[in-house]
């Protein structure tokens, strides 16, 4: 049975007249199979062309994989899955472990850099954007000025008694204070005088700066002098009796109190830290808090000065006068 078969599918073999050697046309040992044993091609080796009957025989000794039993398929796929899971080789041959194995260059910290910078750029401008838009909501609810200020009468530096019209065409900072103040009083000065600089260095001389004492039994004419010859050569320092203090006081809703006295030449008096910016008409226009800096009142008296310039500047515009140094009643 099986010479037969083999005699089928190994060669369809014709002879020459010459009794030359078979011919294999086709053979395929793969598609022959181990049933074809070499014994019984041997017994057609007559037949059979010598090259072909070596080719099977070592085709016989080698082993035919899809002869192997099926389980050998199920041992590859752990394999491959042991494969999958092995760390990256390196060019080297070296497996990468997963700390070297992290993709980092310069370009991209740089471009991290450079996107985080811009966050905090952008976040910091939108803060900025909602605190100014917050600050002019308020500016613009605002529906009026204190009622603040009003005429007074004192007494200045020389000794000579002014009141609130020796004043008019001018633009003042008042201070309410006291020339024994150890601390308070002194650091206020220092921000008032600091303020008048930086404004007459921008503007020229168009705000006078003065001191009023609220201590007239102990600041004399003299001392509020001297006092005043501390901070600034252009400071208007005032005092007067008691009353007139107080009328000046009440004016502009200054608050002081006289603490606790051991005698009547050592006591500390208790008051409001404010400074008030007038007009030059005399009417009061704004007022500046312990915790405004000099260069923040310096602003903001700036664009009060800059905006009544140019009202003015449109009156004559309008009613045709030659000077717009006029002042409002």
Excluded at 94 to 122: H, L, M, P
Excluded at 147 to 169: A, H, I, N, S, Y
Excluded at 200 to 207: I, K, Q, S
Aim: proline letters at 5%.
């Amino acid at each position: 049975m099986h010479a037969g078969i083999a005699r089928r599918r190994v060669c369809q073999a014709s002879a020459s007249r010459a009794n030359k050697p078979l011919l294999c046309r086709h053979f395929n040992a793969a598609q022959a199979g181990r049933s074809f044993a070499v014994p019984q091609l041997q017994r057609l080796a007559p037949m059979v062309h010598p090259g072909t009957l070596a080719f099977v025989r070592h085709a016989s000794s080698q082993p035919d994989a899809s002869s192997q039993p099926r389980g050998d398929e199920g041992k590859e796929a752990p394999e491959r899955l042991s494969n999958a899971s092995r760390p990256p080789e390196s060019d080297s041959g070296e497996i990468k472990t997963d700390a070297e194995n992290v993709q980092f260059t310069w370009r991209s910290a740089a471009f991290t850099c450079v996107v985080a910078g811009f966050c905090i750029w952008y976040y910091d401008y939108l803060k900025d954007k909602k605190e100014s838009e917050s600050r002019a909501i308020t500016t613009q609810e605002r529906l009026g000025t204190p009622k603040l200020g009003g005429p007074f009468e004192l007494v200045d530096r020389t000794g000579k008694t002014v009141t609130d019209k020796d004043f008019r065409g001018q633009y003042l900072l008042l201070y309410f204070g006291f020339t024994f103040c150890p601390d308070i009083c002194p650091q206020e000065m220092e921000k008032q005088s600091r303020a008048i600089e930086i404004l007459d260095a921008e503007l020229g001389p168009l705000v006078t700066p003065m001191f009023i004492s609220i201590d007239p039994k102990r600041d004399t004419v003299e001392m509020v002098d001297d006092y005043c010859k501390e901070f600034h050569p252009r400071i208007a320092g005032l005092t007067g009796t008691a009353d007139q203090v107080k009328k000046v006081s009440r004016a502009y809703r200054v608050y002081y109190n006289e603490g606790i006295k051991t005698d009547d030449a050592d006591y500390l008096i208790d008051h409001s830290i404010i400074h008030y910016f007038v007009g030059k008409n005399g009417k009061f226009i704004d007022f500046f808090g312990k915790n405004m800096t000099a260069k923040e009142m310096t602003d903001k008296m700036k664009a009060y000065i800059l905006q009544d310039q140019e009202k003015a500047k449109q009156r004559k515009q309008r009613r045709g006068v030659e000077s717009a140094d006029e002042v409002d009643e």
